[in-house]
């Protein structure tokens, strides 16, 4: 028996490990989010903040590849959804013989990397467009129009198998009847096929409006000149990283959890529903004991999910409420003024100056206490003024690594070398 | 039976409005988006790289000049080969395998426990669970896996500040972010096939099993494995697709020495504004994808209607 608690107990470590690979990234990327620092990062932690996410809502550039993600998921959505019905139905009536070469054929856009069917698809409309003359700005060149294509292209395959699902329960007894009865074609498809492939049509478009609006690989090549928000978010991440994108991260993961939710809490009713007619149809009683209540919502996928959902909301009310971010962010200055203050003199006066003893003399003009109203980055930035280093330090400041701005010489005090090990040989320092 | 009246029996059963929606949609689908486009690349591929101005003229005609730069590279090369393109190649290749065979040794416990041993709620938030990062943007995640390797990253600072590390690991210089963030991005995409084959396995054949006393590798060897072929395979094949296919994980997570194949047709489509041999180089790419699959249903023996499932 101890051997097989052992095994257990393995199982159980294994499944541990495996869900913090699976979590333990997102959770660290969306903590990045409140962190005061200027680059996502947990530790240093600095100051509990939400301000990336205000800016992040001023991101127009973001603002405007969102807008461009949600026209082109729809577009996809009323593409790829008739589309994907239209191949499953066909796939039923094909003959036998050529059954194969069908499915091959339209099953292939998914076993076709997304670069290659972005690739075709700008060639092919590109080529088109040659072909008829036809001027840039028309729709053979339109980076919106070339993309809803591009991505239809396996969508609709995505939903042709949601379809396939469907149509095998489907009795085609039923169709019989109602043509029998009188009905046309045009209302059996309307009045039998459509009601049962109902559920389908619905999950296919969530699926299509899902996987259009996190696709990058064929978008990349399809959008030509415009931008949806993966391809923002793509350079963005490359080019310079701040805490803004963890702030859409949590966004995202948070909108994702709630959907799960829901979708369990909706699958859960259906399911209770459909116990409780079955319940109906046996005389038996409808409620269950409440001890058997308690102990279903307890272990209740949904449940759980939704506390762990209900303990981060309030910690992070909690936090809102009671910390307070401009107050944290002056302390951590004036400690850090301070430090660099230490530093500076040390390496100013090595012999008269003994470690750890702040001077009070040049401290004084560099660093005048800030008036209320300003905001905290100009009064930062009015600190470090080169100008004023330059005073203080002397040759030893201008012989440190050239620091063009003050925004990133602010980043090059405190954590020399930081930013280019990260951002490495793409070039791109820090775009604040 | 010809064309015309199987066309005729098509359009009976259907009505003509039914039919008319069914065969556009499909035609359009087939012709203008998936062969068309293909067969545009594969054209495009061998030929010269032209303004438009010259395109249809008489200079417009077939070369394998972009294949051949693939493997030689320009004339001007002192190497007999192009190695800088091809180890690029080879290394994806070989690195997306690694990635395929990382997920299953990775899914394979969890997709077995999930299908028969967890039971009700646990199982179902498992699921969940599984699905969730899923929804997360690709290049999200491909964020967030940076945000724990980078040289200023969890992993790091957390090593150093514990006194386990010295200096900073270079996970990123190493690829073992790139790595561990591809396979993370396709988890579900194996896990999933292999949860679906093995939760139609009767439980009563493992039951069997251990009763005439196979130890627990041999029931997996001999029982799981073999009923999950056509699981694993389908697994196989889409993690391996998507991760020779990848381009936003090795564009963020990518060491600064390491290129990955997509990111080279990417450049001869941006900055190298080389259209044609982006094209052919996208054409070997799929080609490997093609006999990645065809490798994929040979070896596990089984068709392509199992594995596009």
Same mark, same amino acid.
């Given at each position: 028996?101890?051997?097989?608690?052992?095994?257990?107990?393995?199982?159980?470590?294994?499944?541990?490990?495996?869900?913090?690979?699976?979590?333990?990234?997102?959770?660290?990327?969306?903590?990045?989010?409140?962190?005061?620092?200027?680059?996502?990062?947990?530790?240093?932690?600095?100051?509990?903040?939400?301000?990336?996410?205000?800016?992040?809502?001023?991101?127009?550039?973001?603002?405007?590849?969102?807008?461009?993600?949600?026209?082109?998921?729809?577009?996809?959505?009323?593409?790829?959804?008739?589309?994907?019905?239209?191949?499953?139905?066909?796939?039923?009536?094909?003959?036998?013989?050529?059954?194969?070469?069908?499915?091959?054929?339209?099953?292939?856009?998914?076993?076709?990397?997304?670069?290659?069917?972005?690739?075709?698809?700008?060639?092919?409309?590109?080529?088109?467009?040659?072909?008829?003359?036809?001027?840039?700005?028309?729709?053979?060149?339109?980076?919106?129009?070339?993309?809803?294509?591009?991505?239809?292209?396996?969508?609709?395959?995505?939903?042709?198998?949601?379809?396939?699902?469907?149509?095998?329960?489907?009795?085609?007894?039923?169709?019989?009847?109602?043509?029998?009865?009188?009905? +046309?074609? =045009?209302?059996?498809?309307?009045? #039998?096929?459509? @009601?049962? !492939?109902?559920?389908?049509? $619905?999950? /296919?478009?969530?699926?299509?409006?899902?996987?259009?609006?996190?696709?990058?690989?064929?978008?990349?090549?399809?959008?030509?000149?415009?931008?949806?928000?993966?391809?923002?978010?793509?350079?963005?991440?490359?080019?310079?990283?701040?805490?803004?994108?963890?702030?859409?991260?949590?966004?995202?993961?948070?909108?994702?959890?709630?959907?799960?939710?829901?979708?369990?809490?909706?699958?859960?009713?259906?399911?209770?529903?459909?116990?409780?007619?079955?319940?109906?149809?046996?005389?038996?009683?409808?409620?269950?004991? +409440?001890? =058997?209540?308690?102990?279903?919502? #307890?272990?209740? @996928?949904? !449940?759980?999910?939704?506390? $762990?959902? /209900?303990?981060?909301?309030?910690?992070?009310?909690?936090?809102?409420?009671?910390?307070?971010?401009?107050?944290?962010?002056?302390?951590?200055?004036?400690?850090?003024?301070?430090?660099?203050?230490?530093?500076?003199?040390?390496?100013?006066?090595p012999l008269q100056m003994p470690s750890g003893k702040a001077p009070s003399k040049p401290a004084e003009p560099t660093a005048p206490q800030a008036p209320a109203g300003e905001t905290g980055n100009k009064q930062y930035q009015g600190i470090f003024e080169p100008g004023n280093l330059k005073k203080q330090v002397g040759p030893e400041g201008e012989a440190a690594p050239a620091k063009p701005t003050p925004g990133k010489q602010y980043e090059g005090i405190f954590d020399p070398g930081n930013l280019k090990n990260q951002v490495g040989p793409e070039g791109g320092?820090?775009?604040? | 039976?010809?064309?015309?009246?199987?066309?005729?029996?098509?359009?009976?059963?259907?009505?003509?409005?039914?039919?008319?929606?069914?065969?556009?949609?499909?035609?359009?689908?087939?012709?203008?988006?998936?062969?068309?486009?293909?067969?545009?690349?594969?054209?495009?591929?061998?030929?010269?790289?032209?303004?438009?101005?010259?395109?249809?003229?008489?200079?417009?005609?077939?070369?394998?000049?972009?294949?051949?730069?693939?493997?030689?590279?320009?004339?001007?090369?002192?190497?007999?080969?192009?190695?800088?393109?091809?180890?690029?190649?080879?290394?994806?290749?070989?690195?997306?395998?690694?990635?395929?065979?990382?997920?299953?040794?990775?899914?394979?416990?969890?997709?077995?426990?999930?299908?028969?041993?967890?039971?009700?709620?646990?199982?179902?938030?498992?699921?969940?669970?599984?699905?969730?990062?899923?929804?997360?943007?690709?290049?999200?995640?491909?964020?967030?896996?940076?945000?724990?390797?980078?040289?200023?990253?969890?992993?790091?600072?957390?090593?150093?500040?514990?006194?386990?590390?010295?200096?900073?690991?270079?996970?990123?210089?190493?690829?073992?972010?790139?790595?561990?963030?591809?396979?993370?991005?396709?988890?579900?995409?194996?896990?999933?096939?292999?949860?679906?084959?093995?939760?139609?396995?009767?439980?009563?054949?493992?039951?069997?099993?251990?009763?005439?006393?196979?130890?627990?590798?041999?029931?997996?060897?001999?029982?799981?494995?073999?009923?999950?072929?056509?699981?694993?395979?389908?697994?196989?094949?889409?993690?391996?697709?998507?991760?020779?296919?990848?381009?936003?994980?090795?564009?963020?997570?990518?060491?600064?020495?390491?290129?990955?194949?997509?990111?080279?047709?990417?450049?001869?489509?941006?900055?190298?504004?080389?259209?044609?041999?982006?094209?052919?180089?996208?054409?070997?790419?799929?080609?490997?994808?093609?006999?990645?699959?065809?490798?994929?249903?040979?070896?596990?023996?089984?068709?392509?209607?199992?594995?596009?499932?």
């Amino acid at each position: 028996m101890s051997s097989q608690n052992i095994l257990r107990a393995f199982v159980g470590l294994y499944i541990l490990a495996f869900f913090s690979y699976l979590f333990g990234p997102l959770i660290l990327m969306s903590l990045t989010a409140f962190n005061s620092f200027s680059f996502p990062r947990v530790s240093p932690w600095e100051c509990f903040t939400t301000e990336w996410f205000v800016k992040l809502s001023h991101d127009e550039k973001l603002m405007h590849g969102l807008l461009n993600s949600l026209i082109i998921g729809a577009g996809v959505m009323a593409l790829a959804v008739p589309i994907g019905m239209a191949g499953a139905i066909m796939l039923t009536q094909v003959r036998r013989s050529i059954r194969p070469i069908y499915y091959t054929i339209v099953i292939s856009p998914i076993l076709v990397p997304g670069v290659v069917l972005g690739i075709s698809t700008l060639i092919f409309w590109d080529r088109l467009g040659t072909m008829f003359n036809a001027s840039y700005n028309s729709v053979f060149y339109d980076g919106l129009f070339l993309t809803i294509i591009g991505q239809a292209t396996f969508i609709s395959a995505y939903c042709m198998l949601v379809f396939i699902a469907r149509l095998q329960r489907f009795d085609p007894a039923q169709e019989e009847a109602a043509l029998d009865l009188g009905a +046309t074609h =045009a209302q059996t498809f309307r009045k #039998i096929l459509l @009601p049962f !492939m109902r559920p389908a049509i $619905f999950s /296919a478009a969530v699926l299509a409006f899902l996987a259009s609006f996190e696709n990058y690989n064929t978008t990349v090549f399809t959008i030509i000149s415009e931008s949806t928000l993966t391809t923002v978010l793509a350079s963005k991440v490359r080019y310079g990283i701040d805490p803004s994108i963890s702030a859409l991260a949590v966004i995202i993961v948070s909108l994702t959890l709630i959907g799960a939710i829901a979708y369990e809490f909706a699958k859960q009713r259906e399911a209770k529903e459909a116990r409780a007619r079955q319940i109906e149809g046996l005389g038996l009683p409808a409620s269950p004991p +409440t001890r =058997a209540k308690l102990a279903e919502a #307890i272990g209740n @996928p949904a !449940m759980i999910l939704s506390f $762990f959902v /209900a303990v981060a909301g309030l910690t992070f009310v909690y936090l809102m409420a009671t910390v307070d971010t401009a107050a944290c962010k002056q302390d951590l200055r004036e400690q850090k003024r301070i430090e660099q203050q230490r530093r500076q003199d040390m390496q100013l006066f090595p012999l008269q100056m003994p470690s750890g003893k702040a001077p009070s003399k040049p401290a004084e003009p560099t660093a005048p206490q800030a008036p209320a109203g300003e905001t905290g980055n100009k009064q930062y930035q009015g600190i470090f003024e080169p100008g004023n280093l330059k005073k203080q330090v002397g040759p030893e400041g201008e012989a440190a690594p050239a620091k063009p701005t003050p925004g990133k010489q602010y980043e090059g005090i405190f954590d020399p070398g930081n930013l280019k090990n990260q951002v490495g040989p793409e070039g791109g320092t820090n775009q604040n | 039976m010809n064309p015309v009246t199987g066309l005729r029996r098509f359009v009976d059963r259907n009505g003509l409005a039914i039919s008319a929606y069914l065969l556009v949609a499909v035609t359009l689908w087939m012709l203008a988006m998936i062969i068309l486009p293909q067969l545009f690349m594969l054209d495009f591929s061998f030929r010269y790289n032209l303004p438009p101005a010259k395109i249809g003229g008489p200079e417009d005609v077939w070369t394998i000049s972009n294949y051949a730069f693939l493997v030689f590279g320009s004339s001007g090369n002192p190497d007999a080969y192009n190695w800088i393109d091809l180890s690029v190649f080879f290394r994806t290749i070989l690195a997306a395998v690694f990635v395929t065979v990382f997920d299953v040794a990775l899914c394979y416990p969890i997709a077995f426990y999930l299908a028969q041993v967890a039971k009700g709620g646990f199982g179902r938030l498992m699921v969940l669970c599984l699905i969730i990062p899923f929804w997360v943007n690709e290049i999200l995640r491909a964020f967030a896996f940076r945000i724990l390797f980078g040289a200023t990253g969890v992993i790091n600072t957390v090593g150093m500040s514990l006194g386990l590390l010295d200096q900073p690991i270079d996970f990123v210089g190493a690829d073992i972010a790139l790595y561990a963030g591809l396979g993370y991005a396709y988890i579900l995409l194996m896990i999933f096939p292999i949860y679906n084959a093995i939760e139609s396995l009767d439980h009563n054949q493992i039951e069997a099993a251990r009763d005439l006393g196979a130890p627990w590798w041999r029931i997996h060897y001999r029982v799981v494995i073999p009923h999950a072929k056509p699981g694993i395979a389908s697994g196989c094949t889409m993690v391996f697709m998507l991760s020779a296919g990848a381009l936003a994980a090795p564009q963020i997570l990518g060491g600064p020495s390491s290129l990955w194949f997509t990111q080279i047709i990417y450049q001869w489509f941006n900055t190298g504004g080389n259209w044609p041999r982006g094209s052919a180089y996208a054409m070997i790419l799929l080609i490997a994808c093609i006999a990645f699959v065809m490798l994929m249903m040979r070896v596990f023996k089984v068709g392509l209607g199992e594995i596009g499932r």
